[in-house]
């Protein structure tokens, strides 16, 4: 079983869509949790923090249930921008394991 | 700020030969890694540092060797290069392993 598990998609969704990005991970001592994003043939960068309170910056929202093992993000009102594939980041012990990546595609 | 430089951008080298990966960052950070992403296996952690002097091994480790003795530079060595190590390395840097700051990527293959 995969440390960290998501599902790999292609996610088409049209402009304005909102949609959900899943992940699993399997070590229930983590620490601290991320979603990254990764242009096609660019280096990932950190989208955001996940927090068990849940999150929110503008159009992203994260959530972590540490009971479940579970970490989502939601994007609201996608634009041709948000494009990219999504990585779901889980820290132990100043290791980062990545999941293998959610590949949104937006179409106008 | 540069952010984290990497060199080469691409690479071909043959089996058996032996190359080094560059990566430097200008922000200061104490904690840099390395990092290799494959098709459909997200990236994994080849080696990490938390300060100059200081190594430890990551998920996959065999073939790779690093050292870090400046804050700036975290050079990655490959011993002889074998086909399986055919893909993009990514060096990141961290104030606090936390937020990485990762450099643009090498290509590599490996004939």
């Known amino acids: 079983r995969k440390e960290v598990e998501q599902d790999p998609g292609p996610f088409n969704v049209p402009e304005g869509a909102t949609v959900a990005f899943n992940c699993t991970y399997s070590?229930?001592?983590?620490?601290?949790f991320f979603w990254y994003r990764q242009d096609c043939r660019k280096e990932p960068k950190l989208l955001m923090s996940?927090?068990?309170s849940g999150n929110e910056d503008g159009r992203f929202t994260a959530q972590l249930n540490r009971a479940s093992q579970y970490i989502s993000l939601l994007i609201r009102d996608s634009k041709l921008s948000d494009s990219a594939t999504y990585l779901c980041?889980?820290?132990?012990?100043?290791?980062?394991?990545f999941g293998s990546g959610t590949q949104l595609t937006v179409l106008p | 700020n540069a952010g984290v430089t990497q060199t080469p951008k691409f690479q071909v080298l043959k089996t058996g030969q032996s190359m080094t990966l560059q990566c430097a960052q200008d922000?200061?950070?104490?904690?840099m890694s390395w990092y290799r992403q494959d098709p459909g296996m997200g990236l994994r952690l080849i080696h990490y540092?938390?300060?100059?002097?200081?190594?430890d091994q990551g998920e996959v480790p065999n073939g790779y060797n690093v050292s870090r003795s400046t804050t700036e530079d975290f050079p990655l060595r490959l011993l002889s290069a074998a086909p399986s190590q055919t893909s993009v390395y990514f060096c990141?840097?961290?104030?606090?392993?936390?937020?990485?700051?990762f450099g643009p990527g090498t290509r590599l293959t490996v004939t």
């Open positions: 990141a840097s961290s104030p606090d392993s936390y937020e990485q700051y």
């Open positions: 070590n229930s001592a983590s620490q601290s």
């Open positions: 996940v927090y068990s």
């Open positions: 980041v889980v820290n132990m012990w100043r290791q980062l394991t």
């Open positions: 922000m200061n950070h104490e904690y």
């Open positions: 540092s938390v300060g100059a002097g200081i190594t």
